[in-house]
């Protein structure tokens, strides 16, 4: 069986870790991997390639800081030329990001079976890119690994499975992939090098509805600043995230402490060893559950509703206010016993369903 595997951005990059692991155990899957090039930096994108030993991508398309437009397009046009030169099996793709609608669309066009990892999740908030990207794709996947229970439901209220003719859905609950990570890679973590304080905050800002509002991002960062009057913040930044702070006049105190981004080995010490999460990020809000800490979504509204319903996590929003009065007040879950994301066999799961699919 051949497996053409879709991956562009750095949570991709750390899902297939697990998937490629398990992928190779089985001599009769051969999976190709193209890499878009939507993330490019070394430390966006190559590093989480060494650490997590993925194989080298087969193919890399050099396809990034573009306009979505664009990026989607050129994208296409490249995975559809290699995927008639593979004829795989099944084209996969992780998420919700542009690399992902633009290899399922080449998919169900070229009329190759497609599986979607990470489907259903919904923010129903059409102006997020991701929420088109991922309600495009799961419409067209043959087979949707739903992570959640709330995923399944969100496909079923959409009246998901879909039949046409010879096109069929299935939809199966595998678990999260994100959770055979973090079980698997927290024995490797490793303590970054700069000077770390024994109690600490970590957070990270990367959506375009933060970075590209400038009333937003400001309002996260005036919260920050205050709360790096009694504690260390430490604030690895993404490249999109930076460059528009450097254009801005916003002011950063000194005991909020940006870095460029981290490798996942360190991200996982940093998780494990932080006092409390605050983060727009999708993956971000997960890992702090799988490492017992609590997390302040600063988003107004999340994929992730178990776990604000289950009180360990928190819309936080951006405004500063409410973001300190939730760090001063807000009554966290701090029983981590229950189980919400499967049992971190996930990647098996998928691999045996494409299999016997
Ligand atoms: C993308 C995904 C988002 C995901 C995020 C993970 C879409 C629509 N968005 O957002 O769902 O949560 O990745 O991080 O697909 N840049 C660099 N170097 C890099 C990568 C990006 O400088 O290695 C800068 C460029 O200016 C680029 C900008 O960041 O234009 C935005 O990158 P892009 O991939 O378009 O979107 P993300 O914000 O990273
Ligand atoms: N991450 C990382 N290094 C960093 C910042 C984040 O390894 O400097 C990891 C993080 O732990 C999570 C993933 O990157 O596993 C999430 O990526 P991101 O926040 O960019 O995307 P999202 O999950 O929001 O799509």
Not at 18 to 29: N, P, V
Not at 97 to 125: C, D, P, Q, Y
Not at 167 to 182: P, R, S
Not at 216 to 225: D, E, F, M, Q, V
């Amino acid at each position: 069986m051949k497996i053409l595997t879709i991956l562009g951005a750095r949570p991709q990059f750390i899902k297939a870790g697990s998937l490629s692991r398990e992928i190779a155990k089985h001599s009769e899957i051969q999976e190709i991997i193209i890499h878009t090039g939507q993330h490019y930096d070394e430390n966006m994108s190559d590093i989480f390639f060494d650490e997590m030993k993925i194989p080298k991508p087969d193919y890399f398309l050099g396809v990034g800081g573009k306009s979505h437009g664009e990026m989607t397009g050129q994208m296409m046009a490249k995975i559809e030329e290699i995927t008639i030169n593979q004829n795989p099996d099944y084209i996969l793709v992780y998420g919700d990001t542009n690399s992902t609608l633009a290899g399922a669309l080449v998919a169900t066009k070229l009329h190759i079976k497609l599986a979607h990892v990470e489907a259903g999740l919904r923010s129903f908030n059409m102006k997020m890119p991701e929420e088109i990207n991922r309600i495009l794709t799961d419409r067209i996947s043959n087979i949707l690994f739903c992570p959640t229970k709330t995923a399944v439901k969100n496909l079923q209220n959409e009246a998901f499975p879909f039949f046409a003719g010879k096109f069929k859905q299935e939809i199966c609950n595998v678990g999260d992939i994100m959770q055979d990570g973090a079980i698997f890679y927290s024995n490797f973590a490793k303590k970054p090098s700069f000077k770390i304080d024994e109690s600490y905050l970590l957070c990270t800002i990367h959506r375009a509805e933060n970075t590209d509002d400038i009333s937003r991002l400001s309002g996260i960062i005036t919260a920050l600043n205050q709360l790096s009057q009694n504690r260390q913040i430490i604030l690895p930044i993404h490249p999109r995230t930076k460059k528009i702070l450097e254009s801005s006049n916003i002011k950063i105190a000194p005991n909020l402490l940006i870095i460029p981004p981290v490798g996942y080995l360190e991200m996982v010490w940093l998780i494990a060893n932080s006092k409390l999460i605050l983060s727009d990020s999708g993956g971000l809000q997960k890992e702090a559950y799988f490492f017992h800490k609590n997390c302040i979504v600063l988003r107004d509204e999340t994929e992730w509703v178990e776990l604000v319903k289950s009180k360990f996590n928190v819309i936080g929003g951006t405004n500063s206010q409410s973001i300190l009065n939730l760090y001063e007040n807000f009554n966290f879950n701090k029983d981590f016993s229950v189980n919400l994301y499967g049992d971190g066999n996930t990647a098996k799961a998928i691999v045996e369903k494409l299999l016997a699919y």
